[in-house]
């Protein structure tokens, strides 16, 4: 049996501990007891009946909240995807702790944990008793010293490396190519074996220096029964490093088979290796530059306003309610208000739009965001991690901190991996020194260091995360922000899209359309006196028409708004109804003295009757998006099932269709049934994704097997989507399905060659070529285990030249429906 302490919320008498206790007590295999002081639940369970999350979830379902808490952690001293299983396996057997994912890429572990019964302390215990370093990270937290330290330390160790190897290489190699260089060293040594016994020195500095690097974590894994690349490396070299110290101490074992040392292939092949990781960090960092690049945008500080000084101060120390003055030029500190001033601000890093966006008192500000020439003074209303710039980097890393599916199959060839590479070597070097050719030794020692080092778990485990970083990354720079690295998987294998109308295919914004009336100018200021205190979404088309005819608004008495049919009010002393046709006849009002044949019209008839007569009626209508049917017509050129989902009529769907070319179509949809077309979809076979901007779009978000948001939209429907199209432009959909193609592409890419590497070299590192006269030397071995990384995360950079999709903009921004 475990023990487990879980908090529970949401309990507010005896009968909710109770119920609490009796639903956990009826699930196999446990025994809890519930106090409602601590508001605590003392949870005994068999781990082979029950797991934690069946826990959590039978809480859930009786409408009480388990506490659950996320921490991330950054791992150093990870090498390869042994590590990072290692690393997962550790943190899962802390008790309280509900997953556990470990990024090589990142050196990032995400983990879900019960904070009633383990602490983030705990967790790093557990990362350093397996044999790495940890610590916590703060959210958003990026720690780039740390990073610079690591890569110069370890150039440090790569320096010192070769050249400790370099003269090591020279004294082993020379005398074989040069005769009288040979000669030359016999006549300057003052005893026998000498040069080998400066050889040995070297190499033991640079395995104890060095290569103490690999030899630490190596020892620490076999300890754990968990072998990993560094024990290979730790293992070849240090079994070349004995065989050489052995045949220089005792000689006189080896006058029948030779007595040759391979102090050469020890330290040429840390040297080499290191060379491989060094390039490896490298790589790492200009994967991570997306995250760097939108960390840049943000001010450092900012100009506090208290008691009528300027002061300078930090970003941290901004609190909700300061006011904070914004030079021209400069960036915005944090997201406000303006409270005086004006000036046109430059949002092209969040909306896309080249053209700046003007702003004065009344209008919200986004941090990071470039001041224009005007001077402002904003009130402080999201700071630190609350602001958009803020939560655009967390749900970036979020998304590269996820597993996808596909990692799955090299996860499980790694947990068998490195055991087999050991078999292999061992089985290599029996075989050579039983069967090999004079000298068999020499034959057996090579094969089996160069099986150890040419075999690289390290591409393997760097093959998907790296992809996902990068593609992530230059996604969220082109606009499309995803929120979970999953989506970008599914997101590749979606084969119908089913777009909402309003707000996705058209602006979302209704705009006045044709009035007809005998006074178009009277009906229009009336209409418009009415609308003004309305809070309807039509009323601001209305209003707006009237504005820019240079009407001016008339004062409203007696306002009236009767939901679902329309608002009254007198205006200029004369009753004015405006509202739906079916409300007019509601009040006696016939409503067909203005009609004539509607049957192309697609909008909103609203009619307004003055002193209980029809005066005239106004079509309100919405615009098409500029690039939609550009967007439609590349979508369909992918290969994608297209389907339009609204709760507009059928004339208006029909006709919307037609124009965009939409084989299909569902009109006069209710928001919980969007969710059941959706699910209907699915079921035939297809994976489904979801574009829309609306709170009523929510549902159908969370039903699609990915979700993708309008930035225009809710904030409701961009937190229930899967990724959020960032620049509020719909060609960004496409830029998201290129973007996620394009990652999968390279993962699968990266996978074949990690795996095709370690098929092709293996077999050769143990000599299965020996018979024609070639044999795999350890110290090439060892540069191409590294350059085998570093060409996985050289095929990953190359998403970092992704380019947006962009349509091309020959319809009519006019086009209304």
């Known amino acids: 049996m475990k023990h487990l302490e879980i908090g ?15 639903s956990l007590n009826r699930l196999p295999g446990v025994q809890a007891s519930v106090n409602l002081g601590t508001e605590r639940a003392a949870v005994d369970f068999d781990p082979a009946q029950i797991d934690p999350h069946a826990l959590t979830a039978a809480i859930a379902d009786i409408g009480y909240q388990a506490v659950v808490a996320r921490t991330e952690l950054e791992v150093d001293g990870m090498t390869c995807a042994s590590c990072s299983s290692r690393v997962e396996r550790a943190l899962g057997k802390v008790s309280g702790v509900l997953s556990a994912s470990v990024n090589l890429a990142t050196e990032r572990a995400m983990v879900d944990y019960l904070p009633a019964s383990t602490t983030p302390q705990q967790l790093i215990a557990a990362i350093i008793d397996a044999g790495y370093a940890a610590r916590s990270l703060h959210a958003g937290e990026r720690n780039e010293d740390h990073k610079a330290h690591v890569i110069r330390q370890m150039r440090l160790d790569l320096i010192l490396a070769v050249l400790l190897a370099l003269p090591i290489l020279f004294l082993a190699m020379g005398p074989m190519l040069s005769s009288s260089l040979d000669q030359w060293l016999r006549h300057m040594a003052p005893f026998t074996h000498f040069w080998d016994w400066v050889q040995a020195v070297l190499a033991t500095l640079t395995l104890a220096g060095p290569g103490r690097r690999f030899f630490r974590p190596g020892l620490i894994a076999y300890r754990h029964l968990s072998p990993d690349m560094n024990s290979l490396v730790a293992t070849g070299t240090g079994s070349a490093w004995l065989f050489s110290m052995i045949v220089l101490i005792f000689p006189e074992w080896f006058q029948q088979v030779g007595a040759h040392v391979y102090f050469d292939s020890a330290a040429v092949v840390i040297a080499a290796i290191l060379l491989g990781k060094y390039l490896e960090e490298l790589a790492k960092g200009r994967a991570s530059a997306a995250i760097r690049h939108l960390a840049s945008l943000q001010a450092r500080d900012a100009l506090l306003l208290r008691d009528g000084e300027e002061q300078r101060v930090p970003l941290d120390q901004i609190r909700v309610g300061d006011h904070l003055l914004v030079r021209p030029g400069e960036r915005l500190p944090v997201d406000g208000v303006v409270l005086e001033g004006e000036s046109d601000v430059d949002a092209s890093m969040l909306t896309g739009e080249p053209l700046p966006e003007h702003k004065q008192v009344g209008d919200t500000v986004i941090g990071a965001t ?166 309807h979404p039509l009323a601001q088309a209305i209003v707006n028409a009237a504005k820019k005819k240079g009407i001016e608004v008339s004062p409203v008495r007696q306002f009236q708004a009767i939901p679902g049919r329309g608002v009254a009010g007198v205006v200029q002393d004369q009753q004015v109804l405006l509202g739906s046709a079916a409300w007019m006849q509601e009040q006696g009002i016939a409503t067909d003295k203005f009609d004539r044949a509607d049957a192309q019209f697609v909008g909103t008839w609203v009619y307004l009757a003055v002193g209980g007569l029809l005066s005239g009626k106004i079509a309100i209508q919405d615009q098409l998006r500029p690039e939609a049917a550009a967007v439609i017509r590349q979508l369909t050129r992918m290969g994608l099932q297209l389907v339009m989902i609204t709760g507009d009529s059928k004339a208006a769907a029909r006709q919307l269709a037609e124009s965009l070319q939409l084989p299909t179509f569902h009109a006069e949809v209710l928001p919980q049934d969007k969710a059941n077309i959706v699910k209907q979809l699915q079921g035939q076979g297809s994976k489904v994704a979801f574009v829309g901007d609306g709170i009523n779009d929510a549902p159908a978000l969370a039903q699609a097997d990915v979700g993708l948001a309008m930035a225009t939209g809710t904030d409701i429907a961009m937190e229930t989507a899967d990724l959020t199209l960032t620049h509020g432009d719909l060609a960004a959909l496409v830029t998201a399905i290129q973007a996620s193609r394009k990652t999968m592409a390279t993962i699968r890419g990266n996978l074949f060659w990690a795996f095709f590497y370690n098929i092709l070299l293996i077999p050769v590192a143990a000599g299965i070529l020996i018979p024609w006269g070639f044999q795999l030397n350890p110290m090439l071995a060892g540069l191409a285990m590294g350059m085998s990384s570093v060409f996985v995360l050289s095929n990953s950079l190359r998403l970092k030249w992704m380019r947006p999709w962009m349509a091309a903009r020959t319809e009519s921004p006019q086009a209304r429906f």
């Open 8 to 22: 529970v919320e949401g309990m507010t008498c005896a009968s909710c501990s109770s119920r609490v206790e009796r």
């Open 370 to 535: 470039v001041n224009g020439m005007g001077r402002l003074i904003v009130e402080a209303g999201a700071v630190g991690q609350d602001t958009v710039m803020a939560h655009i980097i967390h749900m970036v890393e979020q998304a590269q901190a996820g597993k996808l599916p596909i990692q799955g199959l090299a996860d499980r060839v790694v947990r068998v991996f490195t055991p087999l590479v050991i078999g292999i070597a061992l089985l290599s070097f029996i075989l050579w020194l039983l069967l090999g050719p004079s000298p068999a030794i020499s034959i057996a020692v090579l094969s089996a260091v160069a099986v150890l080092v040419v075999a690289c778990p390290c591409a393997m485990g760097l093959a998907t995360p790296a992809a996902v970083m990068v593609g992530t990354g230059r996604a969220a720079e082109l606009g499309v922000l995803f929120r979970k690295g999953l989506a970008l998987e599914t997101l590749a294998q979606v084969h119908t899209i089913c777009l909402d109308k309003t707000g996705t295919l058209t602006m979302g914004k209704p705009v006045l359309g044709e009035i007809r009336a005998d006074n178009p100018q009277q009906l229009l200021e009336l209409a418009a006196a009415l609308e003004s205190v309305s809070e």
